[in-house]
């Protein structure tokens, strides 16, 4: 789809860098703050946002579970339980 724009400096993507730096244009800001995550939890209450989760793992095992999301293998997301 990149290549239907005439200005491509008015691209805005998700992808990974190397495909931003080989489309050009400029990768989605995040914004990772309380009021972010106190939004996405209220959809997710509401109903409105239906996240995908394969996995869930207790805080003990943080580690094992934060290994299976950098090995790019997670296909969904992945829960970390508090106080569980």
């Known amino acids: 789809m990149a290549g239907v724009l005439a200005d491509r400096s008015k691209l805005i993507t998700a992808a990974d860098r190397e495909t931003v730096a080989r489309l050009g244009g400029s990768p989605v800001q995040r914004v990772r703050d309380r009021t972010v995550l106190d939004a996405v939890a209220n959809l997710?209450?509401?109903?409105?946002?239906?996240?995908?989760?394969?996995?869930?793992?207790?805080?003990?095992?943080?580690?094992?579970?934060?290994?299976?999301?950098?090995?790019?293998?997670?296909?969904?997301?992945i829960v970390i339980e508090l106080g569980a």
């Open 44 to 77: 997710a209450v509401e109903g409105v946002l239906r996240p995908f989760v394969t996995q869930t793992f207790p805080l003990a095992q943080a580690p094992q579970a934060l290994r299976t999301v950098e090995s790019g293998h997670a296909r969904g997301k």
